[in-house]
């Protein structure tokens, strides 16, 4: 064949360290706007990211020559640095260690956008580890729990 054509869509979950409630409602959509502009840079296409104060979703399709993990080194590193070196919180800012990643088709598009697009509303009722968990199962991904998050001891 003389061209790659391509239609990989995922969406990304990852949460602040510890699950802290950091990301603040002031400047939120200002780092959910670096993010979806850290993964354009890739030669992604960002399609939405939002989130709430404690975790963030993104939903993007996919460069076959972008490396997953690559992807969101770049973007949990970048993003971290932009919020500390912007002082955005008090305390020095990190992402909690892993994320999850899950594939969708094209015909799934509008209602991952609209999920995606309303997670505050969504997250009134769910906490973020029920959700989290609900993605696992769903996908049908073998976990053990003891690892799933970096927990305040």
């Given amino acids: 064949m003389a061209n790659t054509y391509h239609q990989v869509y995922l969406q ?9 409630s950091v990301l603040h409602k002031d400047w939120r ?8 502009n850290l993964i354009n840079e890739t030669g992604c296409k960002t399609i939405i990211v939002n989130g709430t104060e404690d ?10 020559t ?26 020095r800012f990190e992402w909690q260690d892993g994320y999850g ?8 598009i ?11 509303q969504h997250h009134a009722n769910q ?4 959700e989290y968990l609900d993605y696992l199962n769903k996908f049908e991904i073998p976990y053990d729990e003891r690892y799933l998050f970096n927990d305040l001891i």
């Fill in 55 to 64: 975790h963030v979703h993104c939903f993007l399709a996919l460069k076959p």
């Fill in 127 to 130: 906490s973020f580890k029920d």
């Fill in 12 to 20: 990304f979950i990852f949460a602040v360290k510890y699950r802290e």
């Fill in 66 to 91: 972008v490396s997953i993990s690559e992807l969101m080194k770049t973007v949990k590193a970048k993003s971290s640095k932009y919020i500390n070196d912007n002082k955005l919180i008090l305390d």
């Fill in 110 to 120: 509008d209602a991952v956008y609209k999920y995606v697009a309303n997670q505050e």
């Fill in 29 to 36: 959509q200002t780092i959910f706007g670096v993010i979806g």
């Fill in 101 to 108: 990643v899950f594939s969708y088709s094209h015909s799934q």
